[in-house]
């Protein structure tokens, strides 16, 4: 089939399905196309291409894994300028990509998807966007990613503020905040980020602070033009150099799994922050009281430094209420306010921002009902009961530790195996058996307990409100890789349609 899919339609129909066109999708679409699979469409219900990348660009916005890591493994970047880059770059670099793999002829733009059928006697998929628009299809992949619905705290009064609020994910680059009054709420990796760009411009800054989180120095290096030439001349040396930073981050795994080794490096990271901060009283209330690792460790080398200006002010009652002009915190005090900056992340648990996209799979199976007390899937993958759907960066797959891109290579090569083994077999569909899903989950939910991230006496936005970890996944990323690297056939189901209706036939005389 030409690799130029008809998108000005109502009715569309092809083999797969991908929605979200981030580096998930994006990286699920080049390895179908690698594999001799052209009939796919990417339904992104954005204008363009990026995820995450295309939405976050807040003043300092950047990525806290390296560069050279943190992009496709077969598509290196000799010119990255930075160990860690900035948004823009990053979303540049996804832009190449899409166009020198031809993506475009097979994007949808403009199309959100709001809900799922499956349809058992013909094997297929129905996805139905916001539109009216209906995609038929054998197979989809859920490619969104858990970081792109804003989580937005209903503060009382919120709604009678005469001023300006944005979330950090939806920055106002048109209001300027210089001479402002301005209130950021959230110390969590974005505003760790902004706060210090922001800090010189505003008349005075008031940082909202719930919990502390655990910050370690930035590498703030640049690569020189020398750097860049030789790892055009020479791609082994850009091979090496991913490597090495590979293993360098996999080593922080150790921490993760004994916690008595983490609390031997927590004495460290607090003389970082007493050596940056020189009010005793704000660097005690940076400070952390739970197990480093717990959360996300954050880096930066600008964000604690910013409490030593004179307009910034840290301030940990919580908000009471939010009036016209003002704030008042938990303590009844009250500041004058211009703008009210959310730097409140995202909600990651998909039982709550899939509310509204139902999907339904084989009779008695709907997600919001299955997942009623756990998202849960095998290997992050397969959710027994939805035959055909496959997840990227589904529950526990997200890492504390290293690159989300390893993950997503691993999962975009497993589908694609799954996709065409059922070509190969003959067969309409592949179904994950429940035992060995649950007998998955059980043993990773087992593996969880002991890890930094169950004793360490915080909650953190990879937990569910019942303390359930639904996020990360609890072992070395090369393990994910060797569970991926082939499709096991007997933990699935293989089933062609017309067989089992057959089967199911009355015999007559």
């Known amino acids: 089939m030409n690799s130029k899919v008809n998108l000005d339609v109502r009715e569309l129909s092809t083999k797969v399905a991908i929605v979200g066109g981030g580096f998930g999708g994006l990286c699920m679409a080049i390895k179908l196309r ?11 219900k954005a204008a363009e291409v990026g995820g995450t990348w295309r939405d976050n660009t807040y003043p300092g916005a950047a990525c806290d894994v390296q560069s050279h890591l943190y992009s496709y493994s077969f598509e290196g970047n000799p010119d990255w300028s930075r160990r860690y ?17 031809r993506l475009h002829d097979n994007i949808r733009f403009n199309s959100e998807v709001e809900a799922a059928h499956f349809d058992e006697k013909r094997a297929r998929w129905t996805l139905r966007l916001t539109d009216g628009t209906r995609v038929d299809c054998q197979h989809w992949v859920l490619a969104t990613g858990p970081l792109h619905v804003p989580s937005i705290p209903e503060f009382p009064g919120l709604e009678n503020f005469k001023g300006k609020v944005f979330h950090s994910s939806q920055w106002d680059h048109d ?6 009054k301005v209130v950021s709420v959230g110390t969590g990796a974005s505003a760790i980020q902004y706060v210090p760009e922001i800090a010189p411009k505003v008349d005075q800054l008031t940082v ?20 860049k030439n030789w790892f055009r001349r020479f791609p082994l040396l850009r091979k ?20 008595r080794l983490a609390s031997l490096l927590e004495p460290l990271v607090k ?29 930066s080398n600008r964000y604690y430094p910013t409490f030593n200006r004179p307009n910034v002010e840290l301030v940990t009652e919580g908000v009471k209420e939010i009036r016209e002009h003002s704030i008042v915190f938990g303590d009844g005090s009250e500041r004058e306010m211009d703008c009210l900056v959310l730097g409140t992340g995202f909600v990651v648990d998909p039982r709550i921002y899939m509310k509204d996209f139902e999907i339904t799979g084989l009779p008695g199976h709907r997600l919001q009902d299955d997942w009623r007390n756990a998202s849960e899937a095998y290997l992050g ?9 496959f997840q990227m960066v589904g529950p526990n797959t997200g890492l504390g530790h290293n ?107």
């Open 403 to 509: 690159s989300i891109i390893f993950m997503i290579e691993c999962q975009a090569r497993y589908i694609v195996d799954a996709i065409s083994t059922v070509a190969r077999r003959g067969v309409d569909y592949l179904d994950v058996k429940r035992s060995d899903m649950d007998a998955f989950n059980d043993r990773l939910q087992k593996d969880l307990k002991g890890t930094v991230w169950q004793s360490g006496g915080c909650s953190s936005w990879y937990q569910q409100a019942d303390g359930r970890n639904v996020a990360i996944w609890p072992y070395s990323t090369w393990r994910y890789w060797l569970k991926t690297r082939s499709l096991d056939e007997s933990v699935y189901r293989w089933e062609k349609v017309a067989e089992r209706h057959r089967q199911a036939e009355p015999v007559t005389a």
């Open 381 to 389: 993958v397969s959710v027994a009961g939805y035959p055909n759907m």
């Open 175 to 180: 209001y300027d905040l210089g001479g402002k």
């Open 271 to 299: 003389q970082f922050i007493r050596y940056q901060v020189k009010d005793k009283d704000t660097a005690r209330k940076l400070t952390p009281n739970y197990r480093l690792g717990c959360k996300r460790i954050m880096i």
């Open 85 to 101: 880059s900035g948004w823009r770059e990053i979303q540049d670099y996804i832009l190449r990509v899409t166009d020198k793999h």
């Open 34 to 44: 690698e594999a001799g699979i052209e009939d796919f469409v990417v339904l992104e």
């Open 240 to 259: 090496l150099h991913r490597a090495r930073l590979y293993w360098s981050n996999e080593s922080r795994v150790l921490p993760i799994f004994h916690p």
């Open 208 to 227: 909202v602070q719930r919990t502390p989180g655990w910050i370690v120095p930035r590498d703030e290096r640049a690569y020189s033009q020398r750097d």
